[in-house]
């Protein structure tokens, strides 16, 4: 015989109920005839109930003021008698759990029974003594059937509990085997949905490439880079200006006296935020940012700008280069680059390669949030996968474990 006994999920059950039919059948018998017992012990607990109810209940019809506060007592005692036996849960069936459950349950309804009896039926004397002994006998084998359940809980049935949750286990092994086949073909069915949406989405993609790669949209963007290199010449050229330019547009700003007129103000604007379209759109030989220069210029000679001798001296020597038409080449290439981006713009050919652009553009957008939703879907798939094989795993090893502990045999489920 191997050391170690190797059986599928579907085959483990079998052997095991095969090995503990001697050990669990005469527990279950004798469980279930507890059970019965405890059954006819509350049921004759309830009718006894029922009989002090009836005999409480022709008092009170008496009128007898002798009896008569005593028999609403033991009315109302006998209702609650009759509510709390009603409402045990006796197990239809038989596991230790089950059973342990309601002696619990039937515990607790004899203990607060028992406080009620001790609190009130001194109280009822001398009245009601047969009624109150009929019930006490009752009562009292009821107890006795319930002490008999929690003696063979704690004392046999205890011992064959580990094997019974195992058998339990191996159900729920194979319910968790048929939802991981479950899970696993949903998430093979949204694969087969992704993979297509995957493809579409590349030759969207790639269409949009070959749109953007040639014809006017590859023009345009060379001429685009063109016009970034220009700005960052044109920055470059005023970079001394700079904060002598931010320094006149707050005094314009507050009224303090720049001297700029309101068309002078917006065109320092736009060379501060769009030093190539400033120069591109200004008359040859840029007169606007020269007005502005001439009036910077006395602005910082009066130190009206508050700049270091340094900052002053540096602006004043652009502020002279420029005056001297020192961004005249600059401002005919801008004008010119400025003259092709809008011939490109302009184009019916450029027209209608925007107008596809923008349809395969919003194509490839639904088909990202299509992807992106059914990749959702699938990684919630994959991790409930993932989820379910680890309790299997860990179920397998549970049921190796108890197998071992209760009979002594090892085995591994495959």
């Avoid at 006998?78 to 045990?88: A, E, G, P």
């Avoid at 006017?216 to 970034?228: K, M, N, S």
């Avoid at 210029?297 to 340094?310: A, G, N, T, V, Y």
Wanted: glycine share 2%; net charge positive; charged share 30%.
């Amino acid at each position: 015989m191997p050391d170690t006994l190797k059986f599928s999920s579907t085959e483990i059950k079998s052997w095991l109920e095969d090995h503990t039919r001697p050990i669990l059948d005469p527990v279950h018998v004798h469980a279930q005839k507890l059970r019965d017992d405890m059954r006819e012990a509350i049921q004759s607990v309830v009718e006894a109930s029922k009989l002090i109810f009836d005999s409480s209940m022709k008092e009170i019809e008496k009128r007898n003021m002798r009896v008569y506060n005593r028999a609403r007592a033991l009315n109302k005692l006998s209702r609650l008698f009759l509510d709390r036996f009603k409402k045990v849960n006796v197990p239809d069936i038989v596991s230790y759990e089950s059973l342990s459950s309601f002696a619990q349950e039937a515990q607790k309804v004899f203990l607060v029974t028992d406080i009620d009896i001790r609190n009130w039926f001194p109280r009822l004397s001398p009245f009601f003594i047969m009624d109150r002994r009929k019930f006490l006998t009752v009562y009292e084998k009821a107890k006795l059937a319930l002490t008999a359940l929690n003696d063979f809980l704690s004392k046999e049935y205890v011992k064959t509990k580990t094997l019974e949750e195992t058998l339990q286990l191996i159900d729920e092994l194979r319910n968790l085997e048929r939802q991981s086949v479950a899970i696993e073909a949903e998430r093979a069915s949204i694969v087969n949905e992704r993979l297509p949406l995957e493809k579409e989405l590349a030759e969207m993609e790639q269409k949009i490439a070959d749109l953007k790669s040639k014809g006017p949209i590859d023009q345009l963007f060379l001429v685009e880079t063109e016009i970034d290199a220009l700005n960052n010449e044109i920055h470059h050229a005023l970079r001394h200006l700079q904060k002598p330019f931010k320094k006149v547009q707050a005094m314009a700003m507050q009224g303090g006296g720049s001297g700029l007129t309101l068309e002078e103000q917006k065109a320092l604007e736009r060379y501060l935020e769009k030093p190539f379209e400033a120069l591109a759109t200004e008359e040859a030989g840029y007169p606007l940012l020269k007005q502005i220069l001439q009036k910077l210029s006395r602005l910082i000679s009066e130190d009206k700008l508050k700049l270091k001798p340094d900052k002053a001296k540096k602006a004043e020597q652009t502020i002279n280069e420029v005056l001297h038409d020192s961004l005249r080449s600059l401002q005919q290439r801008c004008a010119m680059m400025a003259a092709q981006q809008r011939q490109i713009l302009n184009s019916t050919k450029m027209a209608e390669i925007r107008a596809a652009l923008a349809e395969y553009q919003e194509q490839a957008k639904q088909l990202k949030a299509r992807k992106i939703s059914v990749e959702a879907h699938e990684a919630i798939k994959e991790r409930a996968y993932r989820e379910t094989l680890e309790k299997i795993d860990g179920l397998k090893r549970a049921i190796e474990k108890n197998v071992y502990s209760s009979l002594g045999v090892k085995i591994q489920i495959l």
